[in-house]
């Protein structure tokens, strides 16, 4: 029997409260109140927990854990993912995975870690005046945060799905990096996307919401932050409604908190639904806008041997070749990585239907796949997206896909295309509606340089949602300061990916750690007696 | 009606699909208690699912009946913890899909979904698909989904693929 650490948390008396339980409203009281308990709401919840202060952590999701994690997307999406993982933009033409549960994305990340790329930082500081040098420096908290979840490079071999990009990348003479992980005893299973099953990937469900919970925090799950009150520059109150158990709001029964402090952590997009419901002061009317997204193109491979990309650690090997190539701001910039392969991810995402499609699935374990990212938000051309409310105030992000993003989706997939031939596909498959199954490089180049890159012809898709809550020192170009510090109310913080001016260009996680545990120190700093 | 107007009317109700916020709205929920796949819904869809999964499907009447019906009930469990405005859209999809007019526009064909031979069905999916027309594509992509998660969701079908999960000895 594998240890739960959450039911065993719970039998020793943790403070938690599940909203879907509860059968009449509720008031709650607290020095600080944290909104989302994901990579920035778990790093602040332990911080502050462990400073004494009386904390109240407060998410949308339910409190699964391991002995939920059956490794089936059946139960995983629903269970684990905003909108069943079938959320989309506006338009519809891309999707977005983002987690919605204790731990939010980071329960079911695929545990890469990187840090900020300095060119990214150089971007932020010229362009917003981030604060990041001297005792402002990342690189102490990138440390604090690779030491507290047990961040390494992976030291076991790539699967063969990672494998494949970094043979192509050796044959071809690009750059490859070997992935740094947040994991301690990982069992190499390939699951990440589901709720690691054995507790060894270190999600904030398994190490910072502990922490905080040990430390006399109050967590409260299926509460959905509808709105904060608020008055003159100052932040009064919290308004939630509790969730049932098919996730769906219940307006019968409410919650509201009171705090000194008010911290949002409520994610890409989250963070910025609950501060437009709440109508907050907007005078740079950036709020919302400003979100990035790195969008994702796909390309499938078949391989004559037995791939397996559903087993082993998901992502081991990332090729930033293409990153920077053309400046920081020049034509669009991407990250080849490759993500794990599984029934209704792989499924859903194959072109066709019917036998054609049939044909594919009973390839399953030959299928290689190589994601390509995309960076956006450095280019005037590249604006991202902006949340807007749905009547019934749910968050919709629009965002368009501009030429700019399209011409760096083409380089993508023949870059993707290149390097699978190069190590020996029998076929390319990109995952576009135009695409068919291509056997040379040369006929696949021919193909992919005459796709109509358009909505829904070409499968976009992210988990990497950014910014929406921009951080800068002038307050006409940003929603918070360095610190996170909101520019008009004067006690309120947000401490997530949103306050991101671009996307990053590497996977988020570490970069949020980082920021957040150098902003939470300095919050922390400022509220003690 | 001529011909054009009854794809217009087809159009104006899908338009709702990509707007997602047409008819819904107020405060009310009423969507969550309603059961979307009514029986009209579930013989459409008892079409479509040869469709999408030819070659999948088993030969054998009783054993493919069983697994249509099994296609469609997966996907009614899933529909319950979809979010209001998903819901409202999937509603409208429904509607297309329950509608002669619309079949008429988009198969030439003035029957029902499940009256129609599978060559038909797969005629309108195919339009879907390929079609200029944004509503359409996402309708097609948005019944994929929903398709392909009942069906390669179940382990069941994993067969099909060759594959299994870990098994952790527990
Ligand atoms: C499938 C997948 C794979 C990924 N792989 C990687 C990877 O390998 N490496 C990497 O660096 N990054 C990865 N990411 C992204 C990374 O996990 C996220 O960028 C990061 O967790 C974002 O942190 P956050 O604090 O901004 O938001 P989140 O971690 O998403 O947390 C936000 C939390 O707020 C809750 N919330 C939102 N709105 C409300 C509300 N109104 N009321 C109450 N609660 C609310 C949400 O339910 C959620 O739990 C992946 C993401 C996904 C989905
Ligand atoms: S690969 Fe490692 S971290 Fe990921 S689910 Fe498997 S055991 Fe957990």
Redo the contacts with the bound molecule.
């Keep these: 029997m594998i240890a739960d650490p959450i039911k065993q948390g719970l039998a020793k008396g943790w403070d938690h409260v599940d909203g879907a339980k509860l059968t009449s409203s509720q008031h709650y009281e607290a020095d600080v109140v944290i909104?989302?308990?994901?990579?920035?709401?778990g790093i602040s919840a332990e911080e502050l927990a462990k400073a004494g202060f009386k904390v109240i952590v407060?998410?949308?999701?339910g409190f699964k854990s391991s002995s939920d994690f059956v490794m089936e997307e059946k139960s995983a999406y629903p269970d684990l993912?905003?909108e069943s993982s079938g959320r989309r933009t506006k338009d519809k033409a891309i999707g977005i995975?983002?987690?919605?549960?204790?731990?939010?994305?980071?329960t079911?990340?695929?545990?890469?870690?990187?840090r900020t790329p300095e060119p990214t930082q150089q971007y932020w500081r010229d362009k917003f005046g981030v604060k990041l040098d001297g005792e402002d420096a990342l690189i102490p908290y990138f440390e604090k945060a690779e030491v507290r979840l047990n961040i390494d490079p992976w030291p076991v071999p790539p699967n063969p799905n990672n494998q494949a990009l970094l043979d192509g990348c050796e044959k071809l003479g690009y750059k490859s990096t070997v992935v740094s992980r947040n994991v301690k005893g990982c069992a190499n299973l390939g699951y990440c996307?589901m709720g690691c099953p054995i507790n060894a990937k270190q999600s904030m469900l398994v190490t910072t919401i502990p922490g905080a919970l040990n430390n006399k925090a109050k967590l409260i799950t299926n509460?959905?932050?509808?709105n904060f009150k608020w008055a003159k520059d100052k932040v009064t109150g919290v308004e939630?409604l509790t969730i049932d158990q098919d996730f769906q709001r219940r307006k019968s029964v409410k919650v509201t908190i009171k705090a000194k402090h008010y911290i949002l952590?409520?994610?890409?997009i989250?963070s910025a639904?609950?501060l437009k419901r709440s109508e907050v002061p907007d005078p740079s009317e950036r709020l919302g806008k400003f979100t990035f997204l790195h969008p994702v193109v796909i390309s499938g491979a078949l391989m004559a041997d037995p791939i397996k990309a559903h087993s082993g650690a998901p992502?081991s090997i990332y090729s930033d070749e293409f990153l920077f190539k053309d400046g920081v701001d020049g034509k669009a910039g991407y990250k080849l990585e490759v993500p794990p392969v599984h029934p209704i991810l792989i499924g859903t995402k194959l072109v066709g239907y019917g036998e054609q499609h049939a044909a594919l699935m009973k390839q399953f374990n030959n299928i290689q796949v190589h994601i390509s990212l995309i960076r956006d938000g450095f280019h005037p051309e590249s604006p991202g997206g902006t949340v807007e409310l749905s009547n019934q105030g749910d968050p919709i992000l629009d965002y368009p896909i501009t030429d700019y993003i399209w011409d760096g989706v083409r380089r993508s997939y023949l870059s993707m295309a290149e390097l699978q031939f190069a190590v020996g596909a029998k076929a390319v498959l990109p995952i576009h509606k135009k695409g068919g199954s291509y056997t040379t490089w040369k006929s696949a180049k021919e193909a992919i340089n005459n796709f109509p890159l358009e909505n829904y012809w070409s499968s976009v898709v992210s988990?990497?949602?950014?910014g929406g809550c921009n951080m800068g020192e002038n307050s006409n170009t940003s929603v918070v300061n360095s610190y996170g510090e909101h520019h008009q109310l004067e006690n309120l913080s947000i401490l997530?990916?949103?306050v991101f001016p671009t996307s990053l260009g590497a996977?988020?996680?570490?970069s949020?750690y980082g920021l957040v545990y150098r902003n939470v120190e300095r919050l922390i700093n400022r509220l003690k007696p | 009606m001529d011909r054009r107007s009854f794809l217009k009317t087809g159009l104006l109700t899908g338009s709702m699909l990509v707007t997602g916020t047409s008819l819904y709205g107020c405060a009310d929920l009423d969507i969550l208690d309603t059961d979307l796949v009514t029986d009209d819904v579930s013989l459409a869809l008892g079409a479509l699912v040869p469709v999408f999964f030819a070659g999948v499907l088993p030969d054998e009447p009783q054993m493919r009946k069983q697994k249509i019906k099994q296609v469609i009930d997966g996907m009614r469990i899933a529909m319950k913890r979809l979010p209001p405005h998903t819901l409202k859209e999937l509603e409208d999809l429904f509607g297309l899909l329950t509608n002669r007019l619309t079949m008429l526009a988009y198969t030439g064909s003035f029957s029902y979904l499940n009256e129609m031979p599978t060559v038909q069905a797969m005629k309108l999916i195919e339009g879907w698909r390929t079609s200029y027309i944004g509503l359409l594509n996402t309708a097609y992509e948005g019944l994929k989904e929903l398709l392909v998660a009942s069906f390669y969701g179940n382990p069941e079908n994993w067969t099909v693929l060759n594959y299994n999960k870990p098994d952790l000895g527990v």
């Design positions: 909104i989302g308990s994901g990579a920035g709401g407060v998410e949308m999701g993912y905003q995975l983002q987690g919605r549960t204790v731990g939010g994305s980071t079911v990340n695929w545990t890469t870690s990187i996307g509460l959905y932050v509808q939630a952590s409520a994610g890409g989250g639904a609950i992502q988990a990497h949602v950014m997530d990916g949103s996977n988020p996680q570490l949020i």
